[in-house]
């Protein structure tokens, strides 16, 4: 940054607090802020990755799927990923969002100029979706988008026209029939093979859905959107969700009528009754099953109703059981869930939704249930009809969001976000500066260390954070230099699961750090690190997922007071 610039700057924030000017002031001075709670979006500098689905909750509290674009190279269609019956110049144009990243396709001999084949799971609802425009100005071209099983007649065909300017086209298939599809473009019938003119073709992609959903850049492997999570009761705008990577080792986890679900009587108990798809679930489809449970006047442990699912758990591991649940009649009835390690709890569900969970740690490697019950002698209702849906069983010492199955386990792969290359050298200063973040986690972290942001060189033998650790519940700063810490300020027996305001100023002999107000810890001896060059958002090296939401990453390239660190903080 140049030095005129950075002594404006610096003028400038002393003028704001002198003044007794407002945060708001303040914060219009950053060279970076990141308003993920407010924008619900990301900054066209970050780089978001997830390599499979994953859910999130919306504004109105419903539980949506983040769209997953299926094909590879999305806008390289001149890889190796598509095949190729044209001719393919790459970066030929400006792509719908101003970059020289859209290519030009021209006919070939073959019935279409590019495709690409992916997995399907086989009754889903497809689309494949593409931007067209014309490649010369006033020559439109027509050709065909088709979504089809691989050497068949397409499922779903559709004839288009382009024109002069960007347009999103997309073909949808409602039920596919084969576990492979084709994403075809060129094919446009018997006047011959291709497009009647050049078209210029920007970001393919191919989605589990009935319509076309936000697009997602795709490279090497699928990716699936950032997400921006809600709380589910008050609808507040919580930031951009960081999670680690889970497995939801449940199957069937939402249709409690198959028969991987295992239906017990004991005593004159009755096994529990289940009757599919009888309630809207919390994701806003008729997908709650209701579960009725019976004692029948039983009052000795012999007497059960059960429902429960085998799997097995491994000795010394941390699970976490969860599911959602709510009453038919909308009174409260008491139900056990039993952990698979056996750990047991009385859970009253009321007439709303609400996701219960236990968490234990398996004491030896076994085949043990998912279970949800009624059982003479133990406190719970004689009775109970429950709508049940969104069972998980994942490692961990707490429960992620929901993971769905089909059928078998799935994994939801970590978040990766970063800002990298000039888009991170165009704001940062090595020399001194201050980060600001405003992050919350729903449950408590047991071991180890949850970064909400790291700004590194790649190792982490320089690097500027803030992070939680398990240890005291410690929330802190770490700046290291060289391979050797720098400072470690920060303060311990913090409370983990309310919204944390942090921030961490850094010059070299000049180091603070404070929280949600305190006055700040310093440091007075030490360099800065070296050599950075990438913000890592809610992780660091790929790893150490946050697990959590991020609000707001704010950065000024000065080192701001300790009285100013308080109050940004308050």
Not at 89 to 95: P, R, V
Not at 372 to 377: F, N, Q, T, V
Not at 542 to 566: C, E, H, K, M, V
């Amino acid at each position: 940054m140049a030095k005129n610039l950075t002594t404006g700057l610096q003028r400038g924030l002393r003028q704001s607090i002198a003044g007794g000017l407002g945060t708001g002031d303040l914060f219009s001075t950053a060279a970076l802020d990141l308003q993920f709670a407010r924008h619900k979006s990301l900054d066209s500098r970050v780089t978001h990755t997830r390599q499979s689905s994953a859910t999130y909750v919306d504004g109105d509290g419903v539980i949506r799927t983040a769209v997953t674009n299926l094909l590879l190279r999305s806008e390289e269609f001149d890889n190796a990923y598509w095949s190729k019956g044209g001719t393919i110049t790459a970066n030929d144009a400006l792509s719908p969002v101003g970059t020289q990243s859209a290519d030009k396709l021209a006919g070939g001999t073959s019935n279409y100029i590019t495709r690409q084949i992916a997995d399907a799971l086989v009754g889903a609802s497809y689309t494949f979706s593409v931007w067209l425009k014309s490649a010369n100005p006033g020559q439109p071209a027509t050709l065909r988008l088709n979504l089809s099983a691989p050497q068949a007649t397409p499922n779903s065909s559709q004839s288009v026209t382009t024109t002069n300017e960007w347009r999103r086209y997309s073909v949808t298939v409602a039920s596919v029939t084969s576990v492979n599809l084709y994403s075809q473009i060129g094919e446009w019938g018997t006047n011959g093979w291709g497009p009647s003119a050049d078209v210029h073709v920007w970001g393919a992609q191919l989605e589990e859905s009935s319509t076309a959903g936000q697009y997602v850049k795709t490279t090497s492997a699928i990716n699936s959107a950032p997400r921006f999570d809600h709380d589910p009761e008050t609808g507040e705008s919580l930031g951009l969700l960081v999670e680690e990577s889970r497995q939801n080792l449940l199957t069937y986890s939402e249709e409690f009528n198959n028969a991987s679900w295992n239906l017990v009587d004991g005593g004159v108990a009755s096994s529990p009754v289940v009757t599919a798809n009888q309630a809207i679930a919390p994701n806003g489809t008729l997908t709650a099953d209701e579960v009725y449970f019976a004692l029948n006047g039983g009052t000795t442990s012999s007497d059960l109703s059960q429902l429960s699912q085998t799997e097995s758990i491994t000795n010394g591991i941390t699970y976490a059981a969860s599911i959602y649940a709510k009453t038919v009649d909308g009174s409260t009835k008491i139900i056990s869930f039993v952990h698979p390690t056996g750990a047991t709890e009385n859970i009253s569900v009321t007439g709303e939704w609400r996701r219960y969970s236990i968490i234990a740690t398996a004491t030896s490697s076994i085949s043990s249930s998912f279970r949800l019950r009624l059982r003479g002698g133990a406190s719970t209702s004689d009775a109970a009809g429950i709508y049940l849906w969104g069972s998980q069983l994942e490692a961990g010492s707490f429960p992620t969001s929901y993971i769905p199955t089909e059928g078998s386990t799935v994994t939801r792969a970590a978040d990766v976000a970063s800002i990298t290359g000039t888009n991170f050298s165009s704001w940062y200063r090595q020399s001194e500066g201050t980060v600001f973040a405003d992050s919350q986690r729903p449950f408590t972290i047991t071991s180890g260390f949850q970064r909400i942001f790291s700004i590194n060189d790649g190792s982490g033998n320089n690097e500027t954070n803030i992070l939680w650790g398990s240890a005291s519940s410690k929330f802190y700063s770490a700046i290291i230099s060289g391979g050797a810490a720098s400072a470690d300020i920060g303060f311990f027996s913090q409370t983990q699961t309310i919204s944390q305001r942090g921030v961490v100023g850094y010059k070299v002999d000049s180091f603070g750090f404070t929280a949600n107000g305190q006055v700040p810890a310093t440091d007075t001896l030490g360099p800065v690190p070296v050599s950075v060059n990438r913000l890592e958002v809610g992780q660091f090296s790929s790893a150490g997922q946050f697990n959590g939401t991020i609000r707001r990453l704010t950065y000024w390239p000065t080192r701001l007071s300790n009285d100013t660190l308080q109050t940004i903080t308050r």
